[in-house]
């Protein structure tokens, strides 16, 4: 079946500190990649997204890049803000083998942000 | 602004009560889900309903049962509730069932069961 691994938290960073979150995932076809992130009291807003090997997803400076070779979707952000407190989820939609329609979450990650 | 909308936002209910879970979504998408959110497990599929009359089982579907009324609406029914279904509950859509169009999510509905 369909998973996805990412780093738990909570990670605490500095304001302008450079954040990676890691993400891995297992996949019977070929899956489309998402970041998603979830405000407090809020609902899931799509971060970004890649379709194929070695697309670039980025959106608000996040960037991630689909690497089939490892299996990976890092998120990554050059100098993070105190807004960017949150977390952040990786998921992934794949049908192959006639699965449920539906997206495949890792855990979340927590991430803070201190001034 | 358009959106997936999602009532009640708060609910508390006894074990054995039931309930409806409300959402309706107004961007035309064809298919709609059912996710429940538990501390450290991430999102968890409950139903799916990938085009106006048809659903289906998700990952976790024991103890709820949904209906899809229109392509605009999708609820989900509690028949006897019980103190492990309580959760956040989200209500997403999306456009097809394309892998790479994203779901878009409401804000939640938070449940406790006592």
């Known amino acids: 079946g369909n998973s996805v691994t990412q780093m738990e938290g909570p990670v605490t960073l500095s304001e302008e500190a450079f954040l990676t979150i890691n993400c891995t995932y297992t996949?019977?076809?070929?899956?489309?990649l998402f970041w998603y992130v979830q405000y407090p009291g809020e609902g899931l807003q799509l971060l970004l997204k890649a379709t194929k090997a070695d697309d670039k997803g980025s959106n608000k400076g996040f960037e991630a890049t689909y690497r089939k070779e490892t299996t990976s979707f890092h998120l990554e952000k050059g100098s993070v803000q105190v807004s960017d407190s949150a977390v952040y989820f990786c998921a992934l939609s794949d049908r192959a083998g006639g699965g449920a329609d539906g997206l495949t979450f890792g855990k979340g990650t927590h991430l803070i942000i201190q001034p | 602004n358009a959106g997936v909308t999602q009532t009640p936002k708060f609910q508390v209910l006894k074990t054995g009560q039931s309930m409806t879970l409300q959402c309706a979504q107004d961007?035309?998408?064809?298919?709609m889900y059912w996710y429940r959110q538990d501390p450290g497990m991430g999102l968890r599929l409950i139903y799916y309903s990938a085009s106006e009359g048809t659903t289906d089982k998700g990952e976790v579907p024991n103890g709820y049962n949904v209906s899809r009324l229109n392509k605009r609406e999708f609820s989900l029914r509690l028949e006897s509730a019980a103190p492990s279904q309580t959760s956040v509950y989200f209500c997403a859509s999306r456009a097809g069932r394309e892998t790479g169009q994203p779901q878009h999510f409401g804000d939640g509905t938070r449940l406790s069961i006592l």
């Open positions: 961007m035309n998408h064809n298919s």
């Open positions: 996949a019977t076809g070929y899956p489309s």
